[in-house]
């Protein structure tokens, strides 16, 4: 085997890797890792004590190089703690974070690297190139690596977190940890500042708005595709979830919600007040999106109590009207879907909640036209169930006079006969 280059006392660049039962995936992760031909870098590999066999497939994996260390914690905390931990031992000029399910470019250290000590800067965000795990997730593959890869040119000061949390800009940029490279002393100052609980599911919009908010300068070369992010191995994609899955996730974005708020409080910036609203109501989009695509339509029902619980009313209004109002207008586009179940039942639980929101809510723009919508389907509606009785009726008529008219041609009036039925008939209600 060939012998691993031995890495320089204080290296230029940090890789930090976080796996949690990723024994799949990580050998491939580490490969890519090893195959640096460079020995200005090192590699912390943080082990969230998973319960797989992923701590035995990272030290089969990193053998005897020298450059990795890896780390095998005693308790599962999550991401950003692990993250934490490996910044906290990191000495690189310059960090890249990677996640174990995801493989970095074999020629990161010849061509990144290059880069980013040509040009200053506190943030690097590189391109990546997604791979569609499953065949549902390729839609989504495409459309988020044309995302992550749009972003150009460069952003100082205040336009880096603009960019990422809010609609100011022409360009919106992601928020993602894990496309961007760091300067090392900026990083591990930066993650000082933050949090030390455990986060959950979207942890990275936290510490990414944690460190644009420091930042004083950001470069987009996103040309330079650096990472291969396996779409629907993680915690990504568009696959069905429990109802209990659910309610662990929007409780986490809650916590995560929580933390930027507290931040900004701490700083005192109004400005960066107004972006930690814009990131709350994106939470709220996800958290809708999510509702929509991966539960069971009972499960959607059965959530809601979570969600008030969690968020309040008048958030779960707002996160309920666009995919009220979407399903509305699909409705209308084609009137043989006016009893479609779904609206009926997601307007079973949202007209609740409305009546007992505040007065404020049934006025703003977006429910006022939800409102409107709903309306439309009700007119539509009752004028179809009165065409439908006025049919029935005349039907009902036609059918009424039909067997008249059959006993009055079969027996006249006047006629010996009828007269003698009538008789008879008279006799009997006697």
Not at 299 to 324: C, F, K, M, N, R
Request: with cysteine; charged share 25%.
């Amino acid at each position: 085997m060939k012998t691993p280059p031995r890495v320089n006392a204080v290296p230029l660049l940090s890789f930090v890797v976080i796996a949690y039962n990723v024994e799949d995936s990580i050998a491939r992760c580490l490969c890519g890792l090893r195959a640096q031909l460079s020995t200005v870098a090192e590699v912390i590999v943080v082990d969230d004590a998973s319960t797989d066999g992923t701590l035995t497939a990272i030290n089969s994996a990193v053998e005897d190089d020298p450059r990795f260390r890896v780390i095998s914690k005693c308790r599962n905390e999550g991401p950003h703690l692990a993250r934490r931990t490996g910044v906290e031992l990191s000495s690189g000029r310059y960090v890249y974070f990677v996640d174990g399910d995801d493989e970095v470019s074999a020629v990161f250290c010849d061509v990144a690297l290059p880069f980013m000590q040509s040009h200053e800067a506190d943030i690097y965000r590189f391109g990546i190139d997604v791979v569609a795990c499953g065949d549902k997730n390729k839609a989504s593959a495409a459309s988020t690596a044309s995302v992550f890869n749009a972003s150009r040119g460069e952003s100082e000061g205040a336009d880096i977190l603009a960019r990422s949390f809010s609609d100011d800009c022409e360009q919106q940029d992601t928020w993602s940890v894990t496309v961007c490279a760091y300067n090392g002393d900026f990083c591990r100052a930066a993650w000082k500042t933050m949090v030390s609980e455990r986060l959950g599911y979207m942890e990275d919009a936290y510490e990414f708005f944690v460190l644009a908010s420091r930042a004083r300068r950001l470069i987009n070369c996103t040309d330079i595709h650096m990472l291969k992010y396996y779409f629907g191995a993680g915690r990504s994609g568009y696959g069905s979830m429990s109802r209990d899955s659910f309610e662990q996730r929007q409780r986490e974005i809650k916590v995560l919600v929580e933390c930027v708020q507290a931040y900004v409080s701490d700083s005192c910036t109004d400005s960066l007040a107004r972006y930690a609203c814009w990131l709350e109501e994106r939470c709220l989009l996800t958290i809708s999106n999510e509702w929509v695509t991966r539960l069971s339509l009972g499960d959607q029902l059965d959530v809601i109590p979570a969600l008030v619980d969690t968020w309040g009313v008048g958030s779960v209004l707002h996160a309920l009207v666009a995919p009220l109002m979407g399903r509305a207008r699909w409705v209308l586009e084609d009137c043989s879907r006016l009893d479609d179940m779904t609206l009926i039942r997601w307007r079973s639980v949202f007209e609740p909640l409305m009546e007992a929101s505040d007065v404020a809510f049934r006025h703003d723009e977006k429910t006022s036209i939800l409102i409107e919508l709903l309306r439309q389907i009700d007119d539509h509606r009752t004028a179809r169930d009165r065409d439908v009785r006025e049919r029935l009726e005349l039907e009902m008529a036609r059918e009424s006079v039909f067997p008249r008219r059959v006993f009055n041609a079969l027996l006249p009036r006047g006629s010996k006969i009828r007269r003698a039925l009538s008789a008879v008939v008279r006799e009997l209600s006697s």
